[in-house]
């Protein structure tokens, strides 16, 4: 069993900082990549930002310069500062990590429950 906990997220206004993490438990061999999407009303899932086991980072076009995705291995954390954020920003952000249980020889993928961002004045 694999569980993923978000925090962070909530009300900023337009330009402000908000910060978002992710912790995976559970079930765990190793993780390889790890990533944030967001899904607006009415419109669908995106990727934000992703990071491989490596660090090698890519980002969405719409955050490039003012979104920073980090992990920590020993923690099974990864994490999303986002910076100057814009009323287009506000949506439901989700982790997605790639584990590999102990007794399984591929990855799955497993989401976060989801972190409402809203930026508005």
């Known amino acids: 069993q694999v569980q993923l906990v978000e925090s962070g997220g909530g009300l900023v206004q337009p330009g402000g900082s908000l910060g978002l993490s992710c912790v995976a438990s559970?079930?765990?061999?190793?993780?390889?990549?790890m990533g944030w999407y967001r899904q607006a009303s009415g419109k669908e899932r995106e990727l934000v930002a992703a990071?491989?086991?490596?660090?090698?980072?890519n980002y969405a076009d719409s955050v490039k310069g003012r979104f920073t995705i980090s992990r920590d291995n020993a923690k099974n954390t990864v994490s999303l500062r986002m910076n100057s954020l814009k009323p287009e920003d506000t949506a439901v952000y989700y982790c997605?990590?790639?584990?590999?249980?102990?007794?399984?020889?591929?990855?799955?993928?497993?989401w976060g429950q989801g972190t409402q961002v809203t930026v508005s004045s």
């Open positions: 997605n990590v790639e584990i590999r249980a102990p007794t399984m020889v591929r990855y799955n993928r497993y």
């Open positions: 559970g079930s765990i061999f190793s993780i390889n990549r």
């Open positions: 990071i491989t086991s490596g660090g090698s980072t």
